[in-house]
């Protein structure tokens, strides 16, 4: 099971926005196969420190961070979760 | 401090791409204008947020006025916005 975890801001940017919608559909996508953790503003915060990104929207996959501060295409995340062993 | 124009910046918690960007260009126009700036920054949602109606970080409400929303302006945008309210 590959482990996609999302962090996002709150109030949320457009980005912080698209991406959370994204993580849904791709937990739906590839369920049984992607775990999918969505951490929204303060509750974030532990892993954003924990992980020492510098912004959100970040990506970090099997706790690696694969995208931080934008929010990525489709192609571009399906590509860092076949990185990841998806 | 009475004449100087309220510009109240509202960021996300944690900072977005966005919001970092906006306070390098508000800390650059500090830097330049700040005689005749009142500069608040307000991290994550508060009484304000939603006085404003706010639905997006980054946000820049300069004299009571929603100027920018879910976007980080480029310095023309924002020092138009500083002018329309006064600044020299």
């Known amino acids: ?86 | 401090m009475a004449n100087k124009i309220k510009v109240e910046v509202f960021l996300s918690v944690p900072a977005c791409s966005g919001g970092m960007s906006l306070m390098r260009l508000m800390k650059e126009i500090e830097s330049e204008y700040g005689d005749q700036l009142d500069i608040q920054v307000s991290r994550g949602r508060n009484e304000l947020y939603e006085k404003y109606n706010l639905t997006a970080a980054p946000a820049v409400v300069v004299g009571d006025l929603v100027r920018m929303m879910g976007v980080c302006p480029d310095k023309e945008s924002m020092m138009a916005a500083l002018k329309e309210c006064g600044l020299d």
């Open chain 1, 1 to 86: 099971m590959v482990k996609m975890e999302v962090l996002s801001g709150d109030p949320p940017c457009p980005g912080c926005v698209a991406i959370l919608a994204l993580a849904d559909e791709f937990a739906e996508k590839y369920k049984g196969r992607l775990e999918v953790v969505k951490l929204v503003g303060s509750e974030a915060i532990p892993k954003f420190e924990q992980y020492k990104l510098g912004c959100v929207p970040a990506v970090v996959i099997n706790e690696k961070i694969r995208i931080e501060g934008i929010c990525p295409t489709r192609k571009m995340l399906e590509s860092a979760l076949r990185e990841g062993g998806l």
